[in-house]
């Protein structure tokens, strides 16, 4: 196996890891949280009751060391593209770039509220303190996604124009794309899920 390969392969793996750190912050004991409910401390207090505080700091560091490993398929196709195109390789890191340095900081600051909010005691002002956290750092969130659509428009646009060695029909298996295709399941981690079936049909296609 070649080493873009190995580097796709450990880029599907931590894509697995993530997705299984964002359902930890999604599956709580009483349910599935969800972002309206920070406006009803009730609600949300409801369904955090149980978790245990452990489960945001999992989610974090591994989240960390997951992004780590994602970090090298997508900087391995980057530079895979630099002999077929020049601007396309160095628009994809610039994407990647952007994609790990606020992405990393997200995931923090997606666990950070939860660990907060149980710690204190799941009270209004604890609901106050985190929807204040969350809304002021959100912007790491928006500029990660933004990342993740040039990283996916720029490969699709190389792949289906035939500009690449890639069978046209190869465009499918693009994050951007799959997690579009995945968002009306609603299903917990699914950017996650998208990265790895892309990686795992790179596996397949390289």
Known sequence: MTA??????????????CGVCDCWMTYLPNGRFKFDQMKDNEKLSRVFEGMPPRNAI??????????CMMFFGYLALA???????????NLMLLAVGVIFTFGIAHHVLCGVPEWLYVRLGRTEAARQVITELFRKTSVTMFVCYAGFLLFGAVLFAAVVSGLTPLPEWACVFNTTLLMLALMPTRVGGSGNWAGALMFLGLLIVF
């Open 79 to 89: 530079l895979w593209m630099r002999p077929i195109s020049a601007i396309h390789a």
């Open 58 to 67: 999992l989610s974090m560091l591994l989240g960390c060391l997951a992004m």
């Open 4 to 17: 873009t390969k190995w580097l796709f392969l450990i880029a599907l793996a931590g894509h697995l890891l």
